[in-house]
């Protein structure tokens, strides 16, 4: 809303009850980004697949293989791409577009059932050393990610779009990139910024007034400090501790 030349982004909202899921889907979302943007560059031969959790319910799921999906708009074209993976391997991975409506395979690689190389199935509707990369590619990383590795244009089109336009707000999870729930509370921090969130809050009606960001002072526990000291942190932790002692206060209107 608004006149001129502004325009809103366009958002997908996830919404429901407690316990209903809406974390784990964004949880999954940010283990897929993760795995499509680093299994090729910062994992070595031989090591697991750090951001695959499989369900823990029963023995048959801890070992069972996990899968992601996701459809997309690449130059006003539908894709689709797709992984199979354990903690230790990429078993399938496909990608696939739409042009004109119609299926078309861009690759496709399989694992064999004892777990050689498998099967490479490529296309003509990619271009670049498409063997090169299957050779280069190994049992614990994506196709995808190891031929952006390799500077394959075609590829790293698709590689791009994980890595620069799937975005996300999630305040359950540190990651290097989203590192936690401290994006509105650092935002908070600008007063034009501020007012434009204050603004929001209150046309949703939920009794909220004014809102103002706190610094803690305190320090942090034993299990934070450990995860903000670790590898995947590494350059960014004095700013990660700064951010977590931000927290957002709000003052709400007297019934």
């Excluded at 050779?135 to 890595?163: G, K, P």
């Excluded at 305040?171 to 990139?177: I, K, L, Y």
């Excluded at 995947?232 to 709000?250: A, H, N, S, V, Y």
Aim: glycine letters at 6%; hydrophobic letters at 30%.
């Amino acid at each position: 809303p608004g006149s001129g030349d502004e325009r809103a982004r366009r958002w997908c909202v996830t919404y429901g009850p407690n316990a209903s899921g809406k974390t784990n889907l964004l949880l999954e979302v940010d283990a897929m980004r993760k795995i499509v943007a680093d299994s090729a560059s910062t994992q070595q031969r031989g090591d697991d697949i750090a951001w695959i959790e499989p369900f823990r319910c029963t023995e048959e799921a801890r070992n069972a293989p996990t899968t992601f999906r996701v459809s997309f708009i690449l130059n006003d074209v539908e894709h689709e791409y797709e992984f199979k993976a354990t903690r230790t391997e990429i078993l399938e991975e496909g990608l696939y577009s739409y042009p004109k409506g119609r299926r078309r395979r861009i690759y496709k690689r399989e694992r064999n059932s004892n777990h050689t190389d498998g099967e490479f199935e490529k296309s003509p509707h990619f271009g670049g050393q498409k063997e090169q990369i299957w050779q280069a590619t190994r049992a614990n990383a994506l196709y995808l990610s190891t031929a952006a590795q390799l500077n394959n244009e075609d590829l790293s089109q698709v590689y791009d779009w994980f890595r620069n336009t799937l975005t996300y707000l999630t305040g359950r999870r540190m990651t290097a990139d989203h590192p936690g729930s401290t994006y509105t509370a650092r935002a908070c921090e600008d007063k034009e910024t501020r007012k434009e969130i204050l603004t929001l809050l209150k046309s949703a009606d939920v009794g909220i007034q004014d809102l103002y960001v706190e610094k803690e002072s305190s320090d942090f526990p034993e299990s934070i400090l450990e995860i903000v000291e670790s590898e995947e942190f590494k350059g960014k932790r004095q700013q990660i501790k700064e951010d977590l002692r931000r927290t957002i206060r709000f003052q709400h209107t007297e019934n």
